[in-house]
């Protein structure tokens, strides 16, 4: 029995120390580098960085308020905040009304959409990027029919944020529909068919008994793709505007580019503490959940 | 075969040996020098290495093997640049012989890699001495490249001839000219460069090639809004492409009319029909900066006697040749040491470049350019 313990314990120790060594050290130390630490571990990264904080006593937060006092810097923390909600936002509605769509119709072109979703799960993004890009752009597909159809004016998408925004709906909708769904079948037909006995419409029926079962499967889309929004770099990289820039795409000019990493790392921690609270968001949601139906 | 077997561990024995420094007289004979080659870039600086240079100085040259490690698009470069900087402080061997990145020029600027002279690399007299000043005499160009001026002849009858001319053009044909981020490909920093460039004093402008000092950066101010006010007319009212690549594309699919470009990239994309056979290049009076590809020595390499030997080698004619026709660009070494030949199949672009700034100011432009020129548009 204790045998068996011990290895238990070193077969989770293994990936844990893997983990600690390859991702954990790394992080700490640039965790304290942005804090103006660029001895030890950092001297290296130091030698050749330019425009560094350098903290002799202590720690400082000057490249974090250096940072903030940029316009260009303020724009771009901004404008990935308001790609990041919107994505996030238009993707539930998309998602919810696919999956709904797939719970109560049963026709072939159900059953054809019901694969035809799980498609950009199978497309690279750098080429769904380019090919969105090119669709949306001015002089492409939509902006050439509306042309046609006596609009001069509609407004192409590519190389804005909301282009972004399409890129990110895009690459998310395959795990939102499967998750939605999924969420959906497992709400039982008899309490559906109860509600409508009693007159419920469709719009009640989604409200009042789908919306509140489902709770879970929409915090974990809300939560998973806020978190990988957060800190995407190919579709904003393709399909965004030069300026603002969101942050992954930022992190990596000022990281290489730039050649400032102490200012890109800074800018790594603040996505972090963005995705942390997302995080801790979704632990409490679970939890409370759990507490609701009795499991903890 | 088994005959093949034994000479090769004979030969292993001796490479063993011959770099451990123990190499008898009579091991020498046999003893094989293995130089490590770390290339970046894209196939076809790769196919340059590995189909064509190195097995012709492998064959003149049967002691010596070169071991080319290729990292496309330079991917790992920073960290390849780390390792030399380390192992440079520890005072030990990075496992790098040569190198052939943009992380040479970097380097260099630190004093991370090996002062080249003319006694151990006799044929570096051939190139440009502005070039190797501006790397301490560490790094060696062994290629380069020009920005040029593409543009599409169906549209556009009269080219732009002077950057003075071109500004004027991009506000009479708004929406039918931009140029790539400077922090994503040379074409648009060169470009960026040239216009900075223009409103820079006089004396001033010297000093950005060879100096590195912070203070000059305050001359930038004036042509960095010269910049910004071109934004309307930039195409969509101020999008700028990733990369010299997204440059190319805009004008293959008509999006664009006029952009700086690589020659080397153009050329190769216009043999490859990547581009329309509509596009034609010009070069502006003064030229556009070019770019030199420098190659690298590390102190540390425990083979510096091999690796000076080949890259004066690198510098010969028949080297540079190969060069030039290969990478459709321009040799590392003066035009008139490359043979007539070769001269004349290049005569439209067979001119000297502009010599661009320190790469000390690299990325303080590309940084500067972002929170100014970029940061207003849309």
Known sequence: MVN???????????????????????????????????????????EMAQNQVVSHHGATLGVYTE??????????????????????????????????????????LARVASSLYLIPMFIPSVIASYALVTFWNSGGFVDALAKHLGDPNFPSFGYT??????????????????????????????????????????????????LPMNTLPIIIVATF???????????????????????????????????????????????FILAAAVGTWYVIANLRLDRKSGSV | MKKRKLSKAILAAAMVTGLSGGATVAMAQTSTTTLTLYTDGDVNVQDLWEQDLIPLYEKSHPNIKINVVFDAHGVDSTSVQDKIIAAEKAGKNSGYDILDSGIVPTLATANMLQKLNPTEVPNMSHVDPALLKQTNDEGLPYRGSSVVLAYNSAEVKNPPKTLNALLAWIKANPGKFTYNTPSTGGSGDDFVMAVVNSKVPKQDQAKLITSSSKSLESTWTPGLNLLKSLGPDIYRHGYY???NTGTLNLLANGSIWVAPVWSDMALSALQDKQLP???????????????????????????????YAFLNWLLTPQAQTIVVNKMNGYPGVEWKYVPK?????????????????????????????QSTVAAQSN
């Open chain 2, 341 to 369: 030949s070769v001269q004349q199949k290049f005569s439209a672009i067979a001119k000297s470049y502009a010599t661009g700034w320190s790469s000390f100011y690299g990325a303080d432009l590309d940084q500067a350019w």
């Open chain 1, 161 to 210: 944020l909301f282009g972004v925004v399409i890129g990110n709906v895009w690459t998310g909708l395959p795990f939102a529909v499967l998750m939605l769904a999924s969420g959906l079948r497992n709400v039982p037909d008899s309490y559906i068919e109860a509600a409508r006995d009693v007159g419920a419409r469709a719009w009640t029926v989604s409200l009042r008994i789908l």
């Open chain 1, 67 to 108: 940072l903030w006092k940029m316009a260009s810097f303020r724009a771009d923390f901004i404008a990935t905040i308001w790609v990041t909600i919107a994505s996030v936002a238009l993707l539930l509605v998309i998602s919810w009304v696919i999956a709904l769509y797939l719970r109560f119709s049963d026709g072939w």
């Open chain 1, 4 to 46: 068996r313990r011990w290895i238990g314990f070193l077969m989770a120790a293994l990936p844990i120390a893997f983990l600690l060594a390859f991702v954990g050290l790394p992080t700490v130390e640039s965790f304290f580098y942005t804090f103006g630490y660029t001895g030890g571990p950092n001297a290296v990264v130091s």
């Open chain 2, 241 to 243: 492409a990733n990369g």
């Open chain 1, 225 to 271: 793709n806020c978190i990988g929004v957060l800190g995407a770099y190919t579709v904003p990289y393709l399909m965004g505007p030069t300026a603002p820039q969101l942050l992954g795409v930022a992190m990596t000019s000022y990281f290489s580019a730039y050649n400032e990493p102490q200012q890109a790392e800074a800018m790594a921690v603040m996505v």
């Open chain 2, 277 to 307: 056979s509509t596009i034609k290049l010009i070069q502006l009076t003064p030229p556009f900066a070019g770019g030199p590809a420098d190659m690298g020595v590390v102190k540390n390499s425990p083979n510096k006697q091999a690796a």
